[in-house]
């Protein structure tokens, strides 16, 4: 495998060098909300979807998986691969949406783009999904209050909601909030060798609650 390319969870995902991603950086810019490329919080959720799964879809009923501050949208991959699921993909800047394309076409899985704040999603946008995951997505203090809400939202739609981050303190803040008034799950996760990155997890499970 050329070193401008990795395998992680079954996926290929193209590093920042690689020729297609030099062509699109040319062709449509780069992303300027921290979406220029894979962050290391995607393993962490991965890893931990890999080991708590969402229930499996069925055939007339698939997963409905939103993923929130996608970037090149790794994580909703895995989902869309492992689970079947039918992903939509949201991020506020829509100049990270020709990377997540190349790469939902790389691993052949199918994308909806959503270009949206995420504190502006409704509970009524989010009764059209079953859960909702985001990876490195709360690294500004303007970012806990409007993550927390969305949760609550995301809990009263009856909506799982797993979050991942490298250990931020704006994490820590937001995803104790969901401890303490949600009953959700915080705590840290390792991911194993081969990758050897860790992180912290917050879950917010309607069917554990
Ligand atoms: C650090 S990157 C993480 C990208 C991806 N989740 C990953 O782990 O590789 C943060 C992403 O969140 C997006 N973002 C930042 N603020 C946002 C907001 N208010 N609403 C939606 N997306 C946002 C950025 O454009 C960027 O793609």
Redesign the pocket.
Known sequence: MPSTEKEAYGLKILTNNHPDIRRLRRQTGT?N???N???K??LVLMDYLCEFPPPKAGKDKPLRVLE?????G??GIYCAKEFGAELTS????DS?FPYLEHHAALNGVKVTTWK????KIRKVDLENFDVMI????C?WDE?VA?LYNLTRRAAQAGVRVVMTDPGRPTFSAMASQCEAKLAALHEAWSVPPPYNTSGFVMDYDPMGQ
Do not use: N, Q
Not at 68 to 72: D, E, H, K, Q, T
Not at 116 to 119: A, D, P, Q, T, V
């Open positions: 992303p909300i921290h979406g490329k894979f962050w919080s995607t929130i501050g996608c970037g090149w790794l994580a949201l991020d506020a800047d990270v949206c704040r995420y504190e985001g990876a490195d997505i690294f970012m409007p």
